[in-house]
């Protein structure tokens, strides 16, 4: 009988874990590549649906080239055998599996088949398993309603499971028509809709360039790209920033764009309020100072149908934390290899740390090369990544200077009236959160969730729990999640028993 290949689960098929899955399967690895997605990309390569026979989809996209290789070669190798493709699997858990149960079950099924079981153990190549592990049972929920369960056993882990985007509130913010940033690239990617006729862009990031000119370019009228930053940020940075020469003539790109678009550009301004009835009308902007005040008699409305706004990302570690991964801050910890602390799990991508498609490539390679070597039992030669290593110090330093750039404005809580609500899911107002911090002493997020139920509804305190920090005052700390995602409690009741996809 054949020795069974050491089986990866890769959640996440966007750059980082295309790029990793490419990696380890290259390199003999049996990967599953998990994705919630109907389509391989992630949300930088997410493309319209094949039903939309659209023309040029290149056009709303930076790097195509770079897609169309990874797809090519996902596509080798799913024709190959070697990599797994299971879209619209959204993952909720992953489990780690006792190695003593893991054995004891490999024997007995090595028993069934008339061979000796510890002959059956050596062959198949759990004796390199990363020590204190037995593998990894992944539950997901299949199609798009959610409601059907699946898991796939796999022998080690990587985490590719992205960001999401942080979004700061203000007055009218919940109003029809003011959508995220991402939201409105992800509605013109993947459906080649436009969320308005008048839009303005607002907020903080890198992220507001490409989402204002693929508007511009779809025809819509950008009346502004309001960006909070500071200017003169990028010339304290200069070294940090010249060090990416591709990416500064990135921003030229976008920059030209805008010009030619005759998109306005308000450096250091913010929206303040978004005003309408049934939906959005106007938005007020105004001009702040060094401090982050408002600066008197700068505001001005602007008529628009729609504001997609967004105040930069924040990783995804729900998974991680459920591993036990350590988390510092709001990013999964991993080492030189991208090892997380957990043995047999990696992570790559944003969940390790927002710093954009070509650094999750790099890691995600990194990433692949660590997991074959390791799953044959063997150190990885350094040399193999040497090239994505030096990617991923330029990167991570240019991601650097761009966080400093990109700062929320320190004095953003002031302009959130005690009527604006904070917590959509439950309906709590910024009033009810400082309420429980001046009035009933609370004095972290927790606590104040105890309190007013901010952060308890469908999303679980992903949306609004950066804006409960920074009105209660407290640091943003991750918060620990039973599961990934909500689950119907009929899949819950059958959990562990045999679903594999």
């Known amino acids: 009988m054949a020795a069974e290949r050491a089986h990866l689960a890769v959640i996440g098929a966007g750059p980082a874990g295309l790029a990793a899955a490419l990696a380890a399967a290259g390199r003999g ?52 055998g070697t990599i797994t493709h299971l879209a619209d699997h959204h993952v909720w858990l992953v489990d780690r599996v006792d190695r003593v149960d893991r054995l004891a079950r490999m024997d007995r099924v090595a028993r069934m088949e008339g061979m000796e079981g510890t002959e059956r153990v050596d062959r198949s190549g759990t004796a390199h398993l990363p020590a204190g592990t037995g593998g990894f049972v992944v539950h997901a929920l299949r199609g798009p309603l959610q409601e059907d369960p699946g898991t796939v056993r796999a022998d080690a882990v990587l985490l590719a499971t992205g960001g999401y985007e942080k979004l700061l509130p ?12 991402g939201g409105a690239q992800a509605m ?10 008048t839009a303005v862009v607002a907020g903080t990031g ?99 149908d729609t504001l997609a706004v967004g105040h930069g990302m924040l990783p995804h570690t729900d998974l991680a934390d459920g591993l036990g991964c350590r988390v510092e801050g709001v990013r999964v910890h991993v ?36 997991i074959a070597a390791r799953l044959r039992g063997a150190e990885p030669d350094p040399r193999d990544r040497s090239a994505a290593t030096r990617s991923r110090t330029r990167l991570r330093a240019f991601s650097a200077a761009l966080d400093a750039v990109y700062a ?58 950066p804006a409960v920090a920074g009105l209660t005052g407290c640091e943003q700390t991750p918060v620990r999640r039973l599961l990934a995602r909500p689950v119907p409690l009929g899949v819950l009741a059958v959990a562990g028993e045999p679903t594999d996809d």
């Open 29 to 80: 690895v049996r990967v599953t590549l998990i994705d919630s997605a109907a389509r391989a990309g992630g949300q930088f390569y997410r493309q319209p649906a094949a039903g939309l026979r659209a023309r040029r989809p290149r056009a709303l996209h930076h790097g195509w080239r770079t897609w169309e290789r990874l797809s090519r070669a996902l596509a080798v190798q799913v024709e190959a």
């Open 335 to 370: 080492d030189e290899e991208q090892r997380t602390d957990v043995p047999g799990v990696w992570a790559a991508g944003e969940t390790t740390g927002v710093g954009g498609a070509a650094l999750s490539l790099a890691e995600g390679r990194i990433a692949g090369h660590s």
């Open 408 to 465: 929320p404005p320190a004095r953003w809580t002031e302009r959130v009236t005690d009527d604006t609500v904070v917590c959509r899911c439950e309906e709590v107002t910024a009033g009810a959160v400082r309420a429980a911090v001046d009035e009933l002493g609370a004095g972290d997020v927790r606590t104040v969730k105890l309190l007013t139920r901010a952060g308890m509804g469908w999303c679980q305190g992903r949306m609004c729990e």
């Open 170 to 181: 203000f007055p009218g913010w919940t109003l029809p028509g003011v959508v995220t940033a």
């Open 188 to 197: 013109l990617k993947g459906t080649l809709v436009v969320p308005g006729r």
């Open 206 to 304: 890198p992220l507001l360039l490409p989402v204002a000119t693929g508007l511009a370019a779809a025809g819509v009228e950008v009346a502004a790209l309001v960006e909070s930053a500071d200017p003169r940020a990028f010339l304290r940075r200069a070294g940090a920033l010249a060090a990416q020469p591709g990416k500064v003539a990135e921003g030229a790109g976008y920059a030209a764009r805008l010009l030619r678009h005759r998109v306005p550009l308000r450096t250091r301004h913010a929206v303040v309020e978004a005003h309408g009835e049934a939906r959005l009308g106007a938005v007020t902007v105004a001009a702040l100072d060094a401090d982050g005040h408002v600066r008197p008699g700068t505001e001005r409305r602007i008529p628009c």
